[in-house]
């Protein structure tokens, strides 16, 4: 049996490419900025997963009824409110929306406002352990307003 071992050099080219993987795929991403209520935990949470997940993420804090208004303005439904709103690409992202279903509008761009998970459903990214989470539905904002359901993630 023949045996390979790896060099020093082939080791550092390794470890390089592996270091860079991740910025990599955060330029691959388009940006998204969050807009978010002051000393929120779980908004934290979820830019920091965000980030985690390759994306470049820039936040700001809002408070109060301007809060409420950049949703509005964004095309939100009272209904759909969560704690914070993302935009990206010219879609708004309401609550802890996850990874997978943001890559997966940009990529079928259909004529909608965004999406959002309405209240805080408990394991939904920046709300506590995906093992044990609570069943919750992204839904689709549509442009006047409707809610239809995009993703049902079940409990766990």
Same mark, same amino acid.
């Given at each position: 049996? /023949?045996r390979y071992?790896?060099? *020093? *050099?082939? +080791?550092?080219?390794?470890?390089?490419?592996?270091?860079?993987?991740?910025?990599? *795929?955060?330029? $691959?991403?388009?940006?998204?900025?969050?807009?978010?209520? #002051?000393?929120?935990?779980?908004?934290?949470?979820w830019?920091? @997963?965000? *980030?985690e997940?390759?994306f470049?993420?820039?936040? $700001?804090? !809002?408070? %109060?009824?301007? +809060?409420?208004?950049?949703?509005?303005?964004?095309?939100?439904?009272?209904?759909?409110? &969560?704690?914070?709103?993302?935009?990206?690409?010219? @879609?708004?992202?309401?609550?802890?929306?996850?990874?997978?279903?943001?890559? /997966?509008? +940009?990529?079928?761009r259909?004529?909608?406002?965004?999406?959002?998970?309405p209240g805080?459903? =408990?394991? &939904?990214?920046?709300m %506590?352990? $995906?093992? !044990?989470r609570?069943? =919750?539905d992204?839904?689709?904002?549509? #442009?006047? %307003?409707?809610? $239809?359901? =995009?993703t &049902?993630?079940?409990?766990?």
């Amino acid at each position: 049996m /023949k045996r390979y071992s790896i060099g *020093r *050099r082939e +080791l550092m080219l390794a470890s390089a490419a592996f270091a860079l993987a991740p910025a990599a *795929r955060a330029e $691959e991403e388009p940006p998204i900025h969050v807009v978010k209520g #002051r000393g929120c935990e779980c908004c934290d949470a979820w830019v920091d @997963y965000l *980030r985690e997940q390759g994306f470049t993420v820039t936040d $700001e804090v !809002s408070m %109060g009824t301007l +809060l409420i208004r950049f949703k509005m303005d964004q095309g939100i439904p009272a209904k759909a409110f &969560s704690c914070h709103t993302g935009t990206v690409n010219g @879609y708004a992202l309401e609550g802890h929306v996850p990874a997978a279903d943001i890559r /997966k509008l +940009l990529d079928e761009r259909p004529d909608a406002v965004g999406l959002a998970v309405p209240g805080m459903p =408990y394991g &939904s990214p920046g709300m %506590g352990s $995906e093992d !044990s989470r609570d069943a =919750y539905d992204v839904l689709l904002v549509g #442009r006047d %307003g409707s809610l $239809e359901v =995009y993703t &049902s993630y079940p409990a766990a």
